[in-house]
């Protein structure tokens, strides 16, 4: 009993289907999954940049929004990108000054820009500019540990 040519066809390229499809070599590769795939939200910096940028707009999402666009909430990011001895440093200074200890003030900067960096033994600096609503700027240096990508120091250029 011979089957017909185009039921035929149709029966091996479901069979094909279905054998790519169960052993995942038809799956979607992880772009699609969305704007943030979820293997980038386990991946740690690979520059003392990155690890900066990372902190700070993941910082602001969260002091805007109430968590960050990873779900994290303030407390989260300054625990997975800071060490604990800035968190707590940080901690005292809004004690001390009534501010956002990374916005140094009370209020979102409109854009930041990173800057100038330096690296000497296991630390590397970045320059964190602030622009604000009124167009002035802050600027705040950014100690990072090269080896953990850890923030370990913040620092006003004044």
Known sequence: MSLHPKVRTALIGACTAAL???SGLL??????????????????ATTAEDAVRTFFTDYY??????VSQEGLTLAQVRERDLT?????ALTQWT??????????????????DLG????????AKV???MTWNDGTTTDTWYTVDVISKNITGLADTA
Do not use: C, I, M
Request: charged residues 30%.
């Open 61 to 66: 999402e969260a002091s805007r929004d109430s």
């Open 20 to 22: 790519l499809t169960g």
């Open 84 to 88: 604990p001895e800035l968190d707590e």
């Open 95 to 112: 004690s001390d000054h009534q501010a956002d200890p990374v916005f140094r003030r009370n209020a979102l900067p409109r854009s930041y």
């Open 116 to 123: 100038e960096k330096s690296q000497a033994d296991n630390s």
């Open 127 to 129: 320059l964190l500019t």
């Open 27 to 44: 799956a979607l590769p992880a772009q699609a999954e969305g704007p943030r795939a979820p293997a980038a939200v386990a991946q740690r």
